[in-house]
């Protein structure tokens, strides 16, 4: 809230100087929270703050996750919320490419899911490094998907690990976020339906042409976003 601040401390220095925005705001900024645990949504919940969660799993997970974060949200304690307002807000990851032809997004679509869960494999955990295979249809790659999951359910097994979306979720093919306009607009709307207030859409995955992204873009700016902003309109003329 000062027009000017320093700091002194052990591990940052920071000379006087003004920071704009002011952190300070009337409303104050919205905080968020990356929620992929049960205990992430909890504590988002808990503290009045909103919960970016991922999508991979599908709707019935984002049900399952907006279910625990509204019951927290709901119960919480004035004097464990965080910022000067709560934000209650769940907004939901969606992976997608959407291009006119189907079967050539959920292609791109699987074997950039594949590059994505292959390389948090390899940096977090050192697996092999993350594979692009050109030639794979969408099938091919849905089930080297499939047992890559598998193999992960199998460790976690072997060390008695509880296994949770958090694990196997972006394992999963994500039905109708590759695909036509159409295809996008259905899955958002169950997206919406269960419970997200947000959707955050994913194209930059590794394997995924430029192309295919603009396309992407083009067709979610032109056709899906157009069909909930009508939707949106229509229900406020109802009102």
Known sequence: ???????????????????H??????PHPPIYMACTREATLVAAGSRGIGALVLGFAGPDDIAKKNAVYREHFRNRKPEDQVGFRP????????????????????????????FFVESLGHWYQGGPKPTIDEELTGDQQAAILQQEKEAVVAYLSEEKIAIGTEHTGSYEEVQ??????????????????????EILFLFQMGGVPHAAIME????????VIPHFRALEAAKKAAE
């Open 21 to 26: 925005p002011k952190p300070f705001q009337n």
């Open 87 to 114: 934000t209650e807000h769940l907004a939901a990851l969606c992976p997608s490419i959407v291009l006119d032809d189907r079967e050539k997004a959920r292609k791109i679509g699987l074997r950039g899911q594949r």
């Open 176 to 197: 109708d976020a590759y695909g036509t306009a159409d295809d996008c607009i259905r899955y958002v709307q169950r997206l919406f339906d269960s419970g997200a207030d």
């Open 1 to 19: 809230v000062q027009d000017e601040i320093e700091h002194e401390g052990t591990y940052i220095k920071i000379p006087r100087r003004p920071i």
């Open 216 to 223: 992407t873009i083009r067709n979610i700016g032109e056709k």
